[in-house]
């Protein structure tokens, strides 16, 4: 009773911090002059990652068994993987954009987990025989974070989609003014004291120059944590296969949630590679990465809602 009430607690607390956090750091992104908005966000992610540890501490204390059993469970690993990515470059010292997309990751994924929806998972059972391995731990965590990871990349890369069509669109619906709009210049002339040579200076806009940096640092970014997390999701796969091994006799089953997720090791095993071919470019990288993110809900989440397979211990019903 305890544990249980402990577990109610931290659950709503994580909660509430998140949901502050994420409105000072919509704060701190219109207003770069305020930097203790920036910290106090950053702080309170920090409080957040406490409160989702010590909630999954408690339920593995209460229930017994590492808590990934269940969807109610892995979404709640899940949104504390997106809080342990998000405080990676804090650490470093480095303010980046992922914190943009990390933050609201953790609020949605926490959200839903405590949501009526997935109310029958909240209290915990004794895991099914084919869960009681120490597999669990390996196989199932190393997934979710690769899912972490991949989602974080992915919609890093989508973002860099809608700046740079949003910027073709633009440059397209004012054809006569293009060098004016997508290319302006601003030019300072000065005369050279010494020699009386009148010398022009050209330099790109800093509206231009911010968003070139800008996609630039969404792309490095994109890459870094989705190789982090095809990392992840590679080791996990591994795992799951020699699970399966011990558990059924054989290590491929094209169990729905199998193939899936090989479809999603795919795409991003393509993904990578395009990334070491220097005739694509950062636009061709995006749009295979924001496909992904799609597919990796499909395999996440999508597949659960059949409520077959050998997974099928991690699907619930929609009421």
């Known amino acids: ?47 957040t990652f406490l409160c989702i540890t010590g909630l ?17 469970e892995s979404l709640i690993f899940l949104s504390w993987s997106f809080s342990v990515i998000h405080m990676v470059p804090y650490f470093k010292k480095h303010k980046n954009y992922l914190s943009t997309i990390t933050a609201p990751s953790t609020i949605f994924t926490q959200g839903f987990a405590t949501s009526g929806l997935l109310t029958e998972m909240h209290q915990s059972e004794i895991v099914v ?3 009681q391995s120490q597999w669990l731990m390996m196989h ?17 890369s989508v973002a860099l989609l809608v700046i740079t069509l949003r910027k073709a669109i633009r440059v397209f619906s004012k054809k006569n003014n293009f060098l004016n709009e997508s290319f302006s210049f601003v030019e300072i002339q000065y005369m050279n004291e010494r ?13 231009n120059y911010y968003r070139a940096e800008l996609i630039q640092q969404l792309d490095q ?12 999701l590679t080791i996990g796969i591994l795992s799951g296969a020699v699970w399966a091994n011990e558990a059924w006799g054989s290590y491929w089953n094209w169990d729905p949630k199998e193939t899936w997720a090989f479809i999603t ?19 061709n990288c995006a749009i295979v990465a924001s496909i992904g993110f799609l597919i990796i809900w499909i395999c996440y989440f999508g597949v659960n809602l059949l409520g077959i397979g050998l997974h099928s ?6 009421h």
């Open 129 to 131: 025989p084919a869960l």
């Open 313 to 318: 211990y991690g699907s619930f019903n929609l």
């Open 1 to 47: 009773m305890i544990f249980s009430t402990l577990e109610h607690i931290l659950t709503h607390i994580s909660f509430s911090i998140i949901s502050i956090v994420i409105t000072i750091f919509l704060i701190s992104l219109s207003v770069d002059e305020i930097v203790g908005l920036y910290d106090s966000s950053e702080k309170g992610m920090i409080a």
């Open 195 to 207: 020699s009386n040579v009148l010398l022009t200076t050209s330099f790109c806009s800093s509206r």
């Open 221 to 232: 970014w994109s890459y870094r944590i989705i190789s982090l997390g095809f990392l992840f």
């Open 140 to 156: 199932v965590s190393m997934m979710i974070l690769g899912y972490a990871a991949l989602l974080c990349g992915s919609l890093l």
């Open 265 to 283: 090791w795919t795409l991003f095993a393509i993904y990578l590679h395009t990334r070491t071919n220097k005739n694509w470019e950062s636009l």
């Open 56 to 72: 999954l501490v408690t339920r593995w204390i209460y229930s017994g068994h590492f808590p990934l059993s269940d969807l109610y």
